[in-house]
């Protein structure tokens, strides 16, 4: 028996408290077509697509997110400034992913945009997968790196990244040289590295390799 639009909406507010997005994800599809063909009207439809999109982007699902602004009315992504954020946020992130955008972009996104009780936790989590995403990186081009470079990165203070990098990911920090000494990331067996990631590793070694130049 298909559950009601109620029953997936506490499910998903459920989801959504204990940031489980990626259970989060199935449940608001549903919501989507429920609410767009059977249920019409039931809640607002920004209520849905708003979490949908966060969402997707923190499973860095950039696909999923670009086919969810399709279906988004024209009016629906000018009239509620939440889900025009994301929208700015997801395009900052393929500038990003194609290697001609700046993480900064989307940090200042996300922190300069007032994000609902709802969800903030999603923003908070999106942020986190962006900075591990970049950390793992970063682990993977250097044995060794400059803090400074290091906290630009993942736009935090200096004093900030060298606390959360050695406390989170067992980083060393050498407060003499300046220097932080990344930890690698664990190697997940069977996992083949895509020629994507090899582009965004190559993309920044060589963007560290110009700042310490300059």
Known sequence: MALTTQAL??????????????????????????????????????????????????????????????????????????????????????????????????????HQSRWNTSLAPLIALLQDSIQNRELDLLAKAYTSLPLHLAASRIWLEEDTAAEQLVATRGWRFDAATGLLYPKAPEVTPNRSVGLQEVRKLADVVAHLEVRQES
């Open 9 to 110: 909406l506490e499910q998903a507010d459920v989801c959504l408290q204990n940031g489980r997005y990626q259970d989060l994800i199935p449940l608001y599809e549903q919501l989507e077509f429920q609410v767009s063909v059977i249920d019409i009207d039931a809640v607002p439809m920004n209520t849905i697509y708003e979490p949908l999109l966060a969402s997707y982007l923190v499973a860095n699902d950039l696909f999923s997110a670009r086919s969810l602004v399709h279906r988004i009315p024209e009016d629906f992504k000018t009239q509620h400034p939440q889900l025009t954020t994301l929208i700015q946020v997801m395009e900052a992130m393929r500038q990003w992913e194609r290697q001609n955008g700046s993480l900064k972009d989307i940090y200042a996104l996300l």
